[in-house]
């Protein structure tokens, strides 16, 4: 199981974690990128397995969960959160609560596969996941830059 795991959040977090936890310009700018490279690795039946398996299982199997936390969520979080308070920190983004932010920035992933996945509710067109990173990022930018910074990016 962690083999799996492993194969499927590799290249994130070989990847893009370093980046995130040492950025120190725009946080849209990463953000972007790391919500788009999930949505890639997403796309691919084989990767949306691990996630389909985590959120199915893992409340009966916590080991499960707890191979996916250590694995995955201990690396992520603690950089995405950097990410967010250095964005605060530099006035590029308004004064937020980064660990809530994250929970922000990723939740409507979460969301989006649990209701495809677990209640076998799909948006037309299937997935759709770049169209939901897309509308996502939109909003997300909108509520959180800072003013100067948020009309900038209009």
């Known amino acids: 199981m962690e083999g799996i795991i492993m194969r499927a959040v590799a290249p994130i977090a070989e990847g893009a974690l370093p980046q995130l936890a040492s950025f120190e310009g725009d946080p849209r700018i990463p953000i972007t990128m790391l919500l788009k490279m999930i949505a890639g690795l997403l ?35 603690p950089a995405l959160t950097g990410l967010v308070a250095r964005g605060v920190a530099s006035g590029r983004l308004r004064a937020i609560d980064p660990e809530l932010t994250v929970r922000t920035i990723v939740g409507p992933i979460i969301a989006h596969v649990m209701l495809s996945e677990v209640f076998g509710i799909h948006p037309e067109g299937g997935m759709a996941l770049d169209r939901l990173i897309d509308n996502h990022l939109d909003i997300l930018f909108g509520g959180i830059c800072a003013p100067e910074t948020a009309a900038r990016h209009e």
């Open 43 to 77: 796309s691919n039946p084989e990767n949306l397995s691990v996630p389909r398996l985590v959120l199915r299982e893992g409340m009966n199997i916590p080991a499960i969960a707890e191979i996916y936390r250590r694995d995955v969520l201990d690396l992520a979080i």
